[in-house]
């Protein structure tokens, strides 16, 4: 039993102390997400993936952008300007500070959350715009575990994982908040593979994301991400079931990278 | 028989052509193939009758029409990001809100450099 209770506090120890090995302080990725059907692919919108410093007056932390903005044709039938940030330790990629801004086709909410680690806590802010254009606000406070992470910082703990000492079939759940809730996403590796990417022909490690208990992001290995095998391990590759066809993610440049 | 047929191609012709429209275009392909398919059919099977063709060819004219415009918009239009300064401004705007509250937040030692 304290041989168990010793290898549980080890690994803990591992994953809160994991050290980023991966993310640079400069880094821009860019993606293109597109629709696919039957082999005919229609290109939707570009994403972004960036990183840089933020200084406040104590500390120097990490900011992980995300941004999605549909393409110029899509404009003016559905229009998106997404933006999504955490602010991170540099060190550790602990979150501290997350905003999701969103615009969607007139849709548009805010959300953020504070993190306050030592009481394990979340203190959030929920607005929304009205049908008549006003806004309404909620404030939140509630407990989250020791581990859980906002979504862009998971997406950047992925990249961080130690995936080179897995072995295929190894799992890793995260704790994920999410619209004032805790989900736990899987990550499953799959197997090693060798893809064409517009940043060259890469090794990568194939991922499958599932969500559990939920009914988006199924489990069945129907989502998957590409990471290239080396210390940056970017995502180059992304792909999502839905309903009718899928959803696809694709690199198109990556710079300022950390290795 | 002949009916269902070109019943089947108009459906498909007039969705080829909605979609040829859209930003949806490259699916415009699978609605026309479909067209071109239940028109050769209808055309085929009932080549030596006196019934009116003109049916069968407005299928195909409507067909070619999605065809072409799929296809001008595959090859001359280019994939770009539309206005981006509101994004911009948001972010900015964003970054600024960020730090007061940061300034707020308690940051163990431990995680910085």
Known sequence: MRYYLLLLLLFVSVIINAQNTAIGTNEKLTFSASYNMSGLLTELAQVTMETSEVKTSTSTLLKLKCTAATYSKWDSFFKIRDLYESYVSPKTLTPYLYKRDISEGGYEKFMQYKFKHKTNSIESIKRKKRGDGSTWEEKKKFNISATTKDLVSTIYNIRNLDIHKATPGDNQVFKVVFDNEEFLINVKYLSKETINTSIGKKECYKLAISIKNSSVLKGNNDNLLWLTADANKIPVLAKFKIPVGNGELKIVSATGLKN | ?113
Do not use: H, R
């Open chain 2, 1 to 113: 028989m002949k009916k269902f047929l070109v019943i089947l191609g108009f459906i498909a012709a007039i969705l080829a052509v909605v979609l040829s429209v859209t930003p949806l275009s490259k699916i415009a392909y699978l609605p026309a193939v479909a067209a071109l398919v239940f028109g050769s059919i209808a055309t085929y099977l009932f080549k030596g009758k006196q019934d009116s063709k003109k049916s069968i060819q407005l299928i195909f004219l409507m067909t070619i029409i999605a065809l072409v415009v799929t296809t001008y918009k595959s090859v001359y239009n280019t994939v770009e990001v539309g206005n981006t300064e509101e994004l911009l401004e948001k972010e900015n705007e964003s970054e600024e809100n960020a730090i007061e509250e940061l300034e707020e937040l308690e940051i163990d030692e431990a995680d910085l450099e």
